[in-house]
């Protein structure tokens, strides 16, 4: 095709215009091969089905194997070779085959290889099929349904500005795989961060581990001699600040969580609860997934009445109870009090069945202040990653029109 363009953001010493090429000039999707349940094995080569796709673009799950050998190795696949799902739920991920160890893979039917060719740099394909030019492309012939499904035919079809020089996509595509590799190794250390910190919720809450200075024994409490209802209905219909509260964030405003507030913005909020600061909430359907928040902002705030709010009693350290909310042990004391049928529900009044250890308030409050510190490691590590991303989705835009 002769329709010649020039991106807005390139690397120095390039200026010929890019040509706008069909996949299948650069990286030609292939079909796998169809496998049959009978030629499946326990052991022996893996074989990459649409199922070993994951919803983020990994590749993992659980493998089938073929124990023996093709003497035709077309339908063989190696680390690096960029695939993609072409059915089921996760049609149109693209992955790049990664192991710790090197290995070959079977590609099953279903699972297509984007192939090599002298013309484009590896990298760069891998560059072009994960932008949003890509995505905006495949959501036009995607065929939904039941069971999703896209044609190598319309995948081949799409378009890419591409630039000729082969040293220009290479140092793009390496680029990218820079920023890939620099986000998944913070992303690895984010995960071990967080395993460690559930680590040490559970020494710390079975005393195991105890900072120095402190030998007394904790004391065992009512969380209903410690914890009391704070919320009051919003009679009067005051304009306060709607917040929803997450597993992962606690509270929210309801305009972060909703497009223009959704439709709560328009909502008669004369029975929701009024929430002061140093409140705690949660959802009794969604405790169960760590949807519990405290709020600390300096000014009252309204939450759904569905919503279960509470406050401590003065000799509670309230930084330490919410690690105590994330620990496991708070996580057995709902499976061992919800009720309900389809819906499992955990109220106020059976949060105050249950019981926790306390140490005294000035071990309560260093405990806390020292878990506060982690969990700010925890978002500067999530901050970063979170910049990586938008980074690279700028460039990403910007490059490919």
């Known amino acids: 095709m002769n329709t010649k363009r020039a991106p807005k953001v390139r690397f120095k010493g390039f200026t010929d215009a890019w040509e706008l090429r069909k996949l299948e000039e650069v990286a030609p999707l292939r079909g796998g091969y169809a496998f049959q349940s009978n030629q499946y094995a326990n052991e022996g080569i893996p074989i990459v089905r649409i199922s070993n796709i994951l919803s983020d673009g990994s590749v993992g799950g659980e493998f089938v194997f073929h124990n023996e050998l093709k003497d ?28 710790e160890k090197s290995c070959k893979y079977y590609q099953n039917q279903r699972v297509g290889l984007f192939s090599k060719t002298a013309t484009c740099n590896y990298s760069f394909v891998a560059t072009i099929v994960r ?42 595509g390496n680029f990218f795989r820079t920023l890939d ?15 460690l910190k559930k680590a040490f919720l559970n020494l710390i809450f079975s005393q195991k581990l105890r900072f120095r200075g402190f030998t007394e024994s904790w004391e065992l409490r009512k969380l209903k001699d410690i914890t009391y209802p704070a919320g009051e209905k919003n009679r009067e219909n005051l304009p306060l600040d709607s917040y929803s509260i997450t597993n992962e964030h606690g509270f929210i405003p309801q ?19 009024i929430v ?56 057995k004391l709902i499976e061992q009090f919800q009720e309900g049928g389809v819906r499992l529900y955990f109220y106020y009044d059976k949060l105050c069945m249950g019981t926790l250890s306390l140490p005294s308030f000035e071990e309560q409050h260093k405990i806390g202040k020292y878990l506060d510190t982690y969990d700010n490691l925890i978002t500067l590590r999530q901050e970063k990653i979170n910049q990586l991303t938008k980074l690279k989705t700028t460039f990403l835009k910007n490059m490919f029109l």
């Open 72 to 99: 035709d190795e077309i339908f063989m696949l190696e680390n690096g070779d960029i695939v993609l799902a072409m059915s089921g739920a996760t049609t149109g991920k693209v992955s790049i085959l990664s192991s």
């Open 181 to 195: 590799r620099l986000i998944t190794l913070y992303q690895r250390k984010l995960d071990k961060m967080k395993e």
């Open 131 to 172: 932008s949003e030019k890509f995505l905006e492309q495949l959501r036009d012939v995607l065929v939904a349904g039941a069971q999703p499904n896209v044609s190598a035919k319309d995948i081949d079809a799409f378009d890419f500005s591409v630039p000729k020089d082969v040293e220009e996509q290479s140092q793009i």
């Open 255 to 273: 305009d972060e969580r909703f497009e223009n507030g959704g439709t709560m913005r328009e909502t008669d909020k004369k029975m929701y609860y």
């Open 276 to 331: 002061s600061p140093h409140s705690f909430a949660y959802n009794p359907a969604r405790i169960n997934i760590g949807s519990i928040g405290y709020q600390n902002t300096d000014k009252n705030v309204i939450v759904s009445s569905l919503y279960e709010v509470f406050k401590t009693s003065d000799d509670v350290d309230d930084r330490l109870l919410w690690y105590w909310f994330k620990s496991s042990y708070f996580q």
